[in-house]
């Protein structure tokens, strides 16, 4: 029986499978329209363009709350030869997770929501001298549809939420994380036939942002140069991940 108001189908193994509304329903809703607003805002003022290395930009702006760093991060990327959805997917996908991902002890899925959205539990590397990290967090994938004819964007959430699974240990200090991963997909010299796509026309425009608070205080310096060292180590080794994996598989759009 489906007891919520809202119900939505969806095919699953050719089955229709009816899901009611999940407890995080609303919430997930309101944070994707949240950054989807969010990445259309340029940078200007205020921002700082700490890193540039090919097409790919890293800005933040320094921001401090009760004496916490908690800088807000935005990257611009362009990757040739891969999607958006490709991207995307990689990114939210648990099982490649420690194949790119160089900051994390653990990772684990504590809870499946629906079928885009599932719970994380991660444990973070150390940076001394602070206490070791963990997080908790929805992690969504959604596709949006702009048109019939342009490519839909993808995009990637990861949100900080309590779970009973997860609860707050001494000595770890949990974080808070907003995270958001956009990607657009352009298709250069389009041939007549859509079926004669190839990689070569491919090219995936990237927007991460961050927005993370270490949960109690850390030397700023420190945050602030393990923050610089490690946002473009991620998105070269994580975009680098995804050419090399799909580089001979077909495409998925
Ligand atoms: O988005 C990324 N990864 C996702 C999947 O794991 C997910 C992660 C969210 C949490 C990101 C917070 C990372 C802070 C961990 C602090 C440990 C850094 C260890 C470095 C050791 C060499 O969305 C990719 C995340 C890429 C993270 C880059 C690191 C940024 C450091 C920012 C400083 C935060 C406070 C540190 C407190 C000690």
């Not at 921001?63 to 760093?69: F, K, T």
């Not at 611009?76 to 991207?87: A, Q």
């Not at 997860?166 to 949990?174: E, G, H, T, Y």
Request: hydrophobic share 35%; charged share 25%; net charge negative.
């Amino acid at each position: 029986t489906v007891t919520n108001a809202t119900v939505v189908s969806t095919p699953h193994e050719g089955n229709l499978v009816i899901q009611g509304k999940h407890r995080l329903a609303n919430e997930i809703e309101r944070i994707v329209q949240e950054h989807l607003q969010y990445v259309r805002e340029s940078v200007s003022h205020g921002w700082d363009l700490i890193h540039q290395e090919g097409e790919m930009k890293v800005y933040r702006r320094e921001v401090e709350e009760n004496g916490i760093v908690i800088d807000p991060l935005k990257c611009f990327h362009t990757i040739k030869g891969v999607t958006g959805h490709e991207i995307c997917r990689y990114f939210w996908e648990y099982q490649y997770r420690m194949e790119w991902e160089t900051t994390l002890d653990s990772t684990k899925i504590i809870e499946v929501l629906d079928p885009d959205t599932v719970i994380f539990f991660q444990l973070h590397k150390r940076v001394w001298p602070a206490a070791q990290r963990d997080s908790c967090f929805w992690s969504h994938i959604r596709c949006i549809s702009n048109s019939e004819e342009d490519q839909p964007t993808w995009l990637v959430v990861n949100y900080t939420t309590p779970h009973p699974l997860a609860p707050i240990k001494s000595p770890q200090v949990r974080l808070v994380a907003n995270v958001a991963l956009i990607c657009e997909t352009i298709i250069n010299e389009p041939p007549l036939n859509p079926q004669d796509i190839k990689r070569e026309n491919l090219e995936c425009k990237l927007t991460y942002v961050a927005l993370i608070n270490p949960g109690g205080w850390v030397p700023s310096v420190g945050v602030r140069n393990v923050a610089k060292r490690e946002y473009p180590r991620f998105i070269k080794r994580f975009t680098s991940y995804v050419v090399d994996q799909t580089r001979d598989k077909p495409i998925l759009f």
